[in-house]
């Protein structure tokens, strides 16, 4: 029994990272916008059809080439939808809702092109890391590859955020924007930079992490889902939160899914939701901010 739940929390955790990567390309959008880019679940999904009908059954050197090469090719797809996102809508765009329709116009989109083009299947991906045996069970090396892939998108997103020009530009959008814009900074530039380091990120791990993805064209839903609770139990634009947010909520799908049912996964998830936002109603790392009235 305790062999069981020591596979349940690693592969919960595995899975939570996949969340928690979502929840960080949700973050930096939202720290240069202050929108919340709904489409991230099924351009993660494109990721995991790149490397189904790109690099199947290549060896380990072409898959990783051409993991980075999907993964920019998705990046330039997020900065494009990003410019479609904010091209109507005023300097000031939290305040306004149009953002909303958009971003999911944009994932039903994606969704149903998927559909026609390649049919309601789920396609199952090789992966090409070895089996590794934990507590007597074999395990596919992409479990440990989707909780090294969080820790590594999130030390890549501290780097940029505090080392960089543009990341200490977006930074600084994220805490004044008004400040921010009367300074000088190409506001719509940092933007799009932004929905295209989002776009990276998914896009990658979409690749990577597609043996234990379902690589479907229905499959954005539960990922953008997940993600977005894990965002907003850390605290929306808090990627330290995302860390921690992203596997909790991954451990409390797979426990429930092991005792109650598969079908009842996404029920644990709610609940601690709504457990953590009655006690703290801006996530477990989120700042209240003040507003005028």
């Not at 069981?4 to 939570?16: K, N, P, S, T």
């Not at 116009?105 to 969704?111: D, H």
């Not at 000088?184 to 990276?200: C, D, E």
Request: with cysteine.
């Amino acid at each position: 029994m305790l062999y069981e739940f020591g596979v349940i929390i690693v592969r919960g955790v595995a899975i939570g990272s996949l969340f928690a990567i979502i929840a960080m390309s949700f973050n930096i959008v939202h720290n240069a916008t202050r929108i919340l880019n709904f489409a991230q679940g099924n351009i993660f999904i494109l990721g995991g059809f790149a490397v189904y009908f790109l690099a199947q059954n290549s060896g380990l050197l072409h898959w990783g080439l051409m993991a980075i090469v999907a993964g920019f090719i998705i990046a330039g797809f997020s900065a494009a939808q990003g410019w479609l996102t904010l091209w109507p809508l005023r300097e000031d765009s939290a305040s306004q809702d149009s953002w909303m329709i958009s971003t999911v116009s944009v994932s039903v989109i994606i969704a149903a092109v998927l559909m026609l083009v390649y049919g309601p299947f789920a396609y199952a991906v090789r992966d090409p890391l070895p089996k590794i045996n934990l507590f007597g069970v074999t395990t596919p090396g992409a479990f440990f590859a989707a909780i090294l892939a969080m820790f590594v998108c999130y030390g890549f997103l501290q780097w940029f955020l505090k080392k960089t020009l543009s990341g200490l530009a977006i930074s600084a959008l994220s805490q004044d924007y008004e400040a921010a814009r009367a300074a000088g900074l190409n506001v719509k530039r940092l933007q799009l930079t932004a929905f295209a380091i989002s776009g990276l990120i998914v896009g990658i791990s979409g690749f990577v992490l597609a043996p234990i993805v379902s690589v479907s064209p229905d499959a954005g839903l539960r990922y953008v889902m997940n993600g977005f609770i894990a965002a907003v139990v850390g605290g929306i634009g808090n990627n330290t939160g995302a860390l921690i947010g992203g596997p909790l909520i991954g451990v409390m799908a797979m426990l429930t899914a092991y005792q109650i049912g598969g079908a009842y996964q996404d029920l644990g998830s709610l609940i601690i939701l709504v457990a953590i936002l009655m006690f703290w109603p801006q996530g477990l790392f989120g700042k209240a901010t003040a507003r005028r009235v």
